[in-house]
């Protein structure tokens, strides 16, 4: 799959803020909650919200027991992580401590919005994914007691989230001393954007009109942009150019009434989320700063459509990847024609086509089977009934459970390739733990296996998939191509953690595994300075990252994604940010190509797949 970290199933119930683990309010800090060793007594009864939240990210007051906390609730939740928000009517004239707490109450909340109520509780800070996850902690009461005061009292004026409010810079950088952690500095909400959405945490806010750069998903949320001028892609997105372009105006946005109750709308990039959108700023696990929405505004649709690739010429070779994402016997037919469809209409059935996350036979089921014969059939026999070509197709199955992905999909690469436009060069031997090779034949580069895989024993490789090598032959010329699907991001901590850069641990598998292929295309070049070699697939990472400047070191190869204006660079869409995770590299022999991202996927509620598919195009 992508390179985002693996999500449950959803749930009717839309946050995932445990409260089967924010229950456990003086467990140890693995369990994702900070406390003090040696809890004090109770706390001044003239304790103020934004005492507890203090001028840093964590409570001055945690581990404390406070009494009798003045406010009035702005939200209540009462699903997930039941609780409600309440916030001080009396702020004080400091910018850096927010005037809103959440209270986690575990059972259902007793109180409704406009409450006066006094609270009493213990002061814990909540790490959401554990504090392993690298994200920033929550602070709450947890183990309440609440007096309602009176009813019907008005909300607390809402903090205006937009292009004016949010700093441009995303954020200071942590603490060496405490390992780059951000968690022990001041606040400095007016200089930086992370700190800013800190220092309202708890505190009702309010976004207007704004974009839509995230579409919604299956656990019923959405991201919006508040700065409309920021990186903008050219079909309505925010695009991520860099380490250090972050996008601050990015935020999530769900809502607080339950899903029964009131549906979520749909939205794809580029629509628009119209009017007030009001309620609590939350964190979560899945996205950070979020706008917990009592009120929601409304979608409306600017109309966004799925791209289409112009076919190729007579004399062009086409070239795609696409990540059709766990596809299996077991998906129903809707899937399978769907993405043959795209195929043959948004892709115009190029002449051959690397896929990644191909499953074999039975899908997640457990029990040996690692052929993907039957999923392969099913897929070309549902893009020739679409109207496009009789492809063929070469693969190698793994060892079982041995390339990573969903237990038991033993996904792989395959080609696709219509015999009718290009011819596969079968070099026979290729298996999944021998290596194929290059040699010289007949002046040029030639495979001694293929399809065979690059180094499978590469400890680059170990629990991911191995590379795919084939050769083919188009009008007379050899090409190269090498099919991957490089280790995801799991592991890596979130742009809006508390460790500022935060540790990115994936990128060490990617690296080796793009020093992997580049040496492996030097071998081709070695043997050919002319060799056509084309790397492409689900690289799971950024045309700037060092993976990619490792795949391309020596100049052995360009990433063609470079060629496109910096507005129409990504395949992804994460937390709001279009990226670019699928690439197509190309050796210096393949020139003046025509490089196209097709994007039909990533920026819609309704997808396929996650990824977007991408096409080149040259004459060899």
Not at 320 to 343: C, I, S
Not at 568 to 582: A, H, P
Request: glycine share 10%; charged share 20%.
């Amino acid at each position: 799959m992508a390179g985002s970290p693996a999500r449950p199933v959803p749930r009717a119930a839309l946050p995932r803020h445990s409260p089967a683990v924010a229950a456990l309010c003086t467990a140890a800090l693995g369990a994702g909650l900070l406390v003090a060793a040696s809890p004090q007594a109770a706390a001044d009864a003239t304790v103020r919200i934004h005492d507890i939240q203090g001028a840093t990210r964590t409570s001055p007051l945690v581990g404390q027991r406070v009494e009798a906390v003045p406010g009035v609730v702005t939200g209540v939740r009462t699903y997930g992580s039941r609780g409600f928000w309440f916030q001080d009517t009396r702020p004080d004239a400091d910018p850096a401590t927010s005037e809103g707490v959440f209270v986690f109450t575990s059972g259902v909340p007793t109180v409704k919005t406009g409450d006066a109520v006094e609270v009493s509780g213990t002061v814990t800070e909540y790490v959401p994914g554990g504090a392993s996850s690298g994200n920033q902690s929550l602070t709450q009461l947890s183990r309440p007691t609440v007096t309602v005061v009176s009813s019907g009292n008005p909300l607390p004026p809402a903090q205006v989230i937009d292009a004016r409010t949010v700093p441009s810079r995303y954020t200071q950088a942590g603490d060496p001393a405490a390992g780059g952690s951000l968690n022990s500095l001041p606040l400095q909400p007016r200089s930086y954007a992370l700190d800013f959405y800190e220092s309202l945490e708890g505190m009702n806010v309010r976004v207007g009109t704004s974009r839509v750069v995230g579409a919604t998903d299956p656990y019923a949320e959405l991201w919006v942009t508040v700065k409309p001028d920021e990186r903008p892609s050219a079909r309505g997105g925010t695009v991520y150019g860099s380490y250090g372009a972050q996008n601050t105006g990015r935020l999530q946005v769900q809502q607080l009434a339950p899903l029964a109750e009131s549906p979520f709308p749909r939205a794809d990039v580029g629509d628009r989320l119209t009017g007030r959108t009001e309620g609590p700023l939350d964190y979560n696990q899945y996205g950070g700063y979020t706008l917990a929405a009592r009120e929601l505004g409304e979608v409306q649709n600017r109309g966004l459509e799925r791209e289409r690739t112009r076919p190729q010429a007579k004399d062009e070779l086409a070239v795609a990847t696409y990540n059709v994402e766990n596809l299996d016997p077991g998906d129903p037919r809707e899937k399978f024609d769907a993405l043959a469809r795209a195929v043959v209409t948004n892709l115009a059935s190029p002449d051959v086509l690397a896929l990644e996350e191909i499953q074999d036979d039975n899908g997640a089921t457990d029990d040996g089977t690692v052929s993907a014969e039957e999923t392969l059939r099913r897929f070309t026999e549902a893009i020739t009934a679409a109207g496009g070509p009789h492809y063929a197709w070469r693969t190698v199955d793994p060892v079982d459970k041995a390339d990573g992905g969903e237990p038991g999909g033993n996904i792989r690469q395959a080609f696709l390739f219509n015999p009718a436009r290009v011819s596969f060069t079968d070099r026979p031997g290729g298996d999944a733990t021998t290596a194929t090779g290059v040699v010289r034949e007949r002046g040029g580069a030639a495979l001694t296996h293929s399809p065979g895989r690059v180094d499978p024993a590469d400890p680059a490789w170990q629990n991911s998939r191995k590379p795919l090598a084939g050769e083919f032959t188009f009008r007379g010329e050899r090409v190269f191509l090498i099919a991957n699907h490089f280790a995801s991001k799991g592991g890596d901590e979130p742009l809006a953690g508390h460790h500022q850069p935060p540790t990115r641990s994936s990128e060490t598998q990617r690296h080796a595994q793009a020093a992997s292929v580049n040496t492996f295309v030097k071998k081709l070049l070695s043997a050919d300075r002319k060799a056509k070699v084309l790397v492409l697939g689900d690289i799971n990472d950024f045309e700037f990252s060092g993976t990619t400047r490792t795949l391309t070191s020596g100049k052995a190869l360009k990433s063609a994604v470079l060629t496109l204006p910096p507005a129409e660079r990504y395949s992804y869409v994460f937390q709001g940010n279009s990226q670019v995770l699928d690439q197509i590299l190309v050796s210096p022999a393949v020139k003046h190509f025509r490089y196209d991202s097709v994007h039909i996927n990533a920026e819609f509620a309704d997808q396929d797949s996650d990824h977007d598919p991408q096409v080149l195009r040259f004459r060899p």
